[in-house]
């Protein structure tokens, strides 16, 4: 009860009577703002400009006062203790901005830049304890720290996401999940030290043994708890060459438990890389059939499809990893045994070599032609939920053919994950089982009015998740977005008590992240 009073429903609302109060207090913040800036911090009055993110829906909700561009840990403890001494003022770390609805952002607050810190583009690959390592500043992009490691030191980091343009403090503050999380869990299973400034100012040095409180509070902790500025992410050697590969099947409950079955085989009896898309049965050229092949080698020949698809059909997406000299007639006897146990349908297989650099910046072409045609700046509203194996093919029913079964002008991923894979001591919550789907419906708007409306996508996600909720799925969005205390409380369920616990020992003023909408800035 004490919690709850402390930290009450976030509220944006204000009435006419409380203007004046409030043209006050903002004058008093940026008073604050100044105050940093005479103390030597790299500050910028934003001057009532709202800070848009990836997802482009926040509108005119998210005005920061001022941009702080970190110069240290030290700097970002002095912002935070300064702040601390007005009863509104709240800063969220911003690592990239490709949040979807405003999370990075601080109405009326402080936003850090933490690309802008000095360490951030400074990759160190060092040995440590189990084996290489390497130390990145947490404003780093996953691009920066591949293009060091693997250019360098040939080496990577075990466990990426699909676009590498997100901020290493971004990811890990939610999971970050891509097509090796299978094996090694998503990237906040693949850290094992951090730096932190909590929401009091400390600057902390934390990891499983040292401080592991904050540390697996911080990890999925939605920026909730202390502002991460460096990172030790775990290595493993990087492979030359990739064998990228992509099958068709037309049935659900074939691609799914084709899926499953590769994901919990032994590392040697599986793939590197496993993921999965539903797409239209037509020739619509982004939704349809040629959405799925890869290189320059054949299209996609719906002739090959039985008779009995539907409307959506299914592509299970592998990548087997090689070096050098290997010669593709031994790569091809790997494969091809582990292919032949699958039933995809056989004359629709698409595969292409190319190089682990190559493949693992496969999403920049996607993001150079969407900047190209004007997409990659219109809004995004994306949906990304965590469903579970119980529940997936009812999903599959419900949603994707029926209700998404027009596409939504973008990749809808869906592909297993394996839950004992994820730390249960991190922030994250996820659905009941061992096995759980990640279904991501990442929709692309366009600049001219054709395709549905933003307010319709939005409208479409929000019939989903009533869907999941009216059937009784047993889901988790991930990168959640909620309004009220109370769906946050139902978000958490029985790790609401442990996620407030943790707010009010690290940040208890609740000056961190107010985008995220969790809590309410305590006086
Ligand atoms: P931001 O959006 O800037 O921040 C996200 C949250 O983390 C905010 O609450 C912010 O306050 C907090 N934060 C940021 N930096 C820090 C820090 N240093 N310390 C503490 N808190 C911090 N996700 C996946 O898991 N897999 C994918 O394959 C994937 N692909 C994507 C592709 C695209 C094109 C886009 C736009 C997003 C994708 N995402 C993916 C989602 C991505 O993980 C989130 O957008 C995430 O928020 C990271 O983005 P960012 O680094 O820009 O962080």
């Excluded at 110069?71 to 949040?99: D, F, K, Y």
């Excluded at 304890?129 to 293009?147: I, M, P, R, Y």
């Amino acid at each position: 009860v004490y919690l709850e009073q402390r930290f009450p429903p976030h509220d944006q609302t204000t009435n006419n009577s409380s203007n004046d109060h409030h043209h006050h207090q903002i004058e008093s913040d940026l008073n604050i703002c100044r105050l940093l800036e005479s103390q030597g911090i790299p500050i910028a009055l934003s001057n009532g400009r709202p800070d848009r993110d990836f997802g482009g829906l926040t509108k005119d909700s998210s005005k920061p006062l001022a941009i702080v561009h970190p110069l240290s840990a030290h700097q970002i403890s002095a912002v935070l203790r300064t702040a601390a001494a007005s009863p509104t003022l709240a800063v969220a770390a911003r690592g990239n901005g490709h949040s979807i609805h405003g999370q990075a952002s601080a109405h009326r607050g402080i936003v850090l830049d933490m690309p802008a810190m000095p360490s951030s583009g400074n990759v160190v690959v060092a040995v440590a304890g189990a084996g290489e390592v390497a130390d990145v500043g947490a404003g780093a992009t996953w691009e920066e720290v591949l293009k060091w490691c693997v250019g360098e030191h040939g080496m990577a980091p075990r466990s990426w996401t699909d676009y590498l343009g997100l901020t290493v403090g971004g990811t890990i503050s939610n999971a970050g999940v891509s097509g090796q999380a299978f094996r090694h869990g998503p990237q906040s299973s693949n850290v094992m030290e951090m730096e932190v400034v909590t929401g009091n100012g400390e600057v902390v040095v934390c990891s499983e043994r040292q401080n592991n409180e904050l540390f697996f509070a911080v990890l999925g902790g939605l920026g909730q708890f202390g502002v991460i500025t460096r990172a030790t992410i775990a290595l493993q050697p990087a492979p030359a060459m990739v064998k990228w590969i992509r099958v068709v099947y037309t049935e659900f409950s074939e691609f799914a438990s084709d899926a499953e079955f590769i994901v919990t085989q032994p590392e040697s009896d599986s793939f590197d890389y496993v993921e999965g898309f539903v797409f239209v049965n037509s020739d619509d050229p982004v939704n349809g059939w040629p959405s799925v092949p890869i290189g320059s080698g054949r299209g996609f020949d719906p002739a090959q499809l039985p008779r009995t698809a539907g409307p959506v059909l299914y592509c299970l997406e592998l990548v087997l990893h090689y070096n050098k000299g290997d010669d593709s007639a031994s790569v091809d006897k790997v494969v091809g045994p582990r292919l032949q146990r699958l039933r995809y349908c056989r004359d629709l297989k698409f595969e292409v070599d190319v190089s682990y650099m190559e493949f693992l910046l496969r999403v920049k072409h996607v993001e150079q032609k969407a900047v190209a045609n004007g997409t990659w700046h219109t809004p995004h509203p994306w949906l990304n939920i965590f469903v579970s194996q119980r529940d997936i093919a009812d999903f599959d029913r419900l949603i994707f053919k029926k209700i998404l079964k027009d596409g939504i002008g973008g990749p809808m991923l869906v592909y297993p994950l394996i839950k004992s894979k994820w730390d249960s001591r991190t922030s994250v919550v996820l659905p009941e089982g061992e096995i759980f789907y990640i279904v991501a419906l990442l929709r692309f708007s366009g600049p001219h009015n054709n395709g549905p409306t933003v307010d319709e996508m939005v409208a479409q996600n929000q019939e989903i998740i009533r869907c999941c909720a009216a059937h009784g799925f047993d889901f988790k969005l991930y990168l959640p977005h909620y309004r009220t205390t109370e769906q946050w409380k139902g978000h958490f369920g029985d790790q609401w008590s442990r996620f407030v616990e943790r707010k009010s020992r690290f940040d208890p003023m609740a000056i961190l992240a107010p985008g995220q909408r969790i809590f309410s800035r305590a006086h």
